[in-house]
């Protein structure tokens, strides 16, 4: 059984920074590729962001590349998402994924889910 937990989340005003943790217990984190999801209210969960197993490679959304930055520690079992510059429209919950080892923007994709974390963005 694998489990996910994000930390981190909290009210922001824009323009400033928040760096969001999951941790990963059970199977080996180091062979998972992780993703970071996000979904504000009336929405559909979309994707933030990714990165592959040997963190050779990363994927961002459109609408946060430059400002976001995803990145993992095998040694510790987490996964980061480092987001500067933050806007009003990045306020969401976000939840982190475990999945194909290559990563990927789709959701269907992941087989396992943390719980959540909100990020509430002031103007």
């Known amino acids: 059984q694998v489990q996910l937990v994000e930390s981190g989340g909290g009210l922001v005003q824009a323009g400033g920074s928040l760096r969001l943790s999951c941790l990963v217990s059970?199977?080996?984190?180091?062979?998972?590729?992780m993703g970071w999801f996000r979904q504000a209210p009336g929405t559909e969960r979309e994707f933030v962001a990714a990165?592959?197993?040997?963190?050779?490679?990363?994927y961002y959304a459109d609408s946060v590349k430059g400002r976001f930055t995803i990145s993992r520690d095998n040694a510790k079992n987490t996964v980061y998402l480092q987001m500067n510059s933050v806007k009003p429209e990045d306020t969401a919950v976000y939840y982190c994924?475990?999945?194909?080892?290559?990563?990927?923007?789709?959701?269907?994709?992941?087989?396992?889910w943390g719980q959540g974390t909100q990020v509430t963005v002031s103007s």
């Open positions: 059970g199977r080996t984190f180091s062979s998972y590729g």
């Open positions: 994924a475990a999945g194909p080892s290559w990563a990927t923007r789709t959701l269907s994709r992941y087989d396992y």
């Open positions: 990165i592959t197993t040997s963190v050779s490679s990363t």
